[in-house]
Nanobody
Framework: QVQLVESGGGLVQAGGSLRLSCAAS????????MGWFRQAPGKERVFVAA????????YYEDSVKGRFTISRDNTKNTVYLQMNSLKPEDTAVYFC????????????????????WGQGTQVTVSS
């Protein structure tokens, strides 16, 4: 059974940092892109960042560029999201997900092209 388990969320003051982790079990995802999404209260789930399976290429939503860094460790079947200079508008539940197509060359930001979602971890940034 495939499971994705996020951790590392919490309450932090504006300007602070958090590092999210997403550990996958049940199968390896070394040949799939992996991504992070977030969902703020009353809003839709949206793309945050993704990392390629083969080159380590990354892609970010504009509002987090320069502040967030996504990375992966295929030996641990884990993807990370380092979040620096956090802002109150970053407050959301953060989810990791796996691309539904193996060996995809390009990174996709479409929520519908990801499956195997984690349960989410809450990030709250106070002003």
């Amino acid at each position: 059974q495939v499971q994705l388990v996020e951790s590392g969320g919490g309450l932090v003051q504006a300007g602070g940092s958090l590092r999210l982790s997403c550990a996958a079990s049940g199968r390896t995802f070394s040949n799939r892109n992996m991504g992070w999404f977030r969902q703020a209260p009353g809003k839709e789930r949206v793309f945050v960042a993704a990392v390629s399976w083969r080159s380590g290429m990354t892609y970010y939503e504009d509002s987090v560029k320069g502040r967030f860094t996504i990375s992966r460790d295929n030996t641990k079947n884990t993807v990370y999201l380092q979040m620096n200079s956090l802002k109150p508008e970053d407050t959301a539940v953060y989810f990791c997900a796996v691309d539904n197509r193996a060996l995809r060359a390009e990174i996709t930001t479409s929520l519908g092209q990801y499956d195997y979602w984690g349960q989410g971890t809450q990030v709250t940034v106070s002003s």
